[in-house]
């Protein structure tokens, strides 16, 4: 049984790890077959994984079907969080939360998850075009009709989550938070402190840097992300290896493998913290989940501390087109 944890004041209970889904059919290359998915995610069940992230716009929507089918089995004891806010579920099209499309989303994410209710329903990326007291109005009278059950909100800023949390309260925020984007310490992490919301960080392995398997040499497909990703550009890779050699060094002397330590140390941050890793990789998954069992001593910690303060990591996480979409 996996260490369970709390969202903040939502009473959401989980395992201390969850699963981010978006890798399976969207993001990285080639997306996996459905029938090793689907066993890859009732794996990731049995190892004690509560919390399965996903999204309309990973696919689109086919990402949605693979958790539906998957978790069908076992759909009372597991977290499902999908997410709206993407033209026509597309994330290239823009931002559209109007309380009308946010209905369409649900209903339409119902059918595709196999389930009554959606247990997290995140907006994806805050609309500049919507109020957010019509975004989280729209949430607050869809659980009101039982279709959702907790609102969430992801990459948005300390003042939208304000707003949005004044008219309907904000179970989980979900934004990039690791051990190479810090950013989440300054606003963001004491904005959830104070109104108790919890925080699940995405790509908490630096979308697989941190775990030592990526370095200069590595190449990228046209439909992996991390082509257009300035951070991964082949002389920001080579300068932020001193990091990953850091935290490799520091997991040899705890037997632990890099990608644990990173895991660990966003464990050890916050007790209200629950990062999603994905992966494709039956392995990978088992590795990731037993982090949670990985223990950091203040020593550990203040080791991780001061590697890291000597390190200046290179290079922005999106592209130009794609940073104006969060923290707003």
Not at 261 to 282: C, E, M, N, R, Y
Not at 307 to 321: E, H, K, M, N, W
Request: with cysteine; hydrophobic share 40%; aromatic share 8%.
């Amino acid at each position: 049984m996996m260490k369970q944890r709390v969202l903040g004041k939502s009473g959401v209970q989980v395992s201390a790890i969850g699963f981010g889904c978006m890798g399976i059919s969207y993001g990285y290359g080639q997306p996996m077959d459905r029938a090793s998915a689907i066993a890859l995610l009732r794996e990731a069940f049995d190892t004690g994984v509560t919390l399965f992230d996903t999204a309309e716009a990973y696919g689109p929507f086919a990402n949605e079907e693979i958790v539906g089918e998957a978790l069908a089995p076992f759909r009372d004891q597991v977290v499902i969080a999908t997410k709206f806010g993407f033209e026509d579920g597309d994330s290239k099209k823009g931002t559209d939360s109007r309380p009308d499309r946010i209905r369409k989303v649900a209903d339409a994410a119902l059918k595709r998850l196999r389930t009554d209710r959606i247990d997290l329903f995140y907006q994806h990326r805050v609309d500049p075009k919507v109020p957010m007291e019509d975004v989280a109005g729209t949430v607050r009278e869809l659980i009101r009709e039982g279709k959702v059950e907790h609102f969430g909100l992801s990459e948005a800023g300390a003042d939208s989550i304000r707003r949005a949390h004044a008219v309907q309260p904000v179970a989980a925020l979900q934004s990039e938070y690791s051990l190479w984007w810090r950013e989440p310490e300054k606003q963001i992490l004491p904005t959830c402190e104070e109104l108790g919301i919890g925080f699940v960080p995405f790509s908490p392995l630096g979308k697989g840097f941190l775990t030592g398997t990526i370095d200069a040499s590595t190449t990228f497909g046209k439909d992996d992300f991390r082509s257009i990703v300035p951070r991964f550009a082949e002389d920001a890779r080579r300068a932020n290896q001193a990091l990953v050699d850091r935290l490799t060094r520091i997991a040899e002397q705890k037997k632990v493998t890099p990608a644990q330590i990173a895991l660990a140390w966003l464990l050890a941050q916050k007790s209200w913290i629950v990062p999603i890793p994905g992966t494709t990789k039956v392995h990978r998954m088992k590795e990731n989940s037993a982090a949670a069992d990985v223990e950091l001593t203040a020593d550990d910690l203040r080791q991780i501390q001061e590697s890291l303060a000597q390190i200046q990591v290179v290079g922005d996480r999106y592209p130009t087109q794609l940073a104006g979409r969060v923290g707003r």
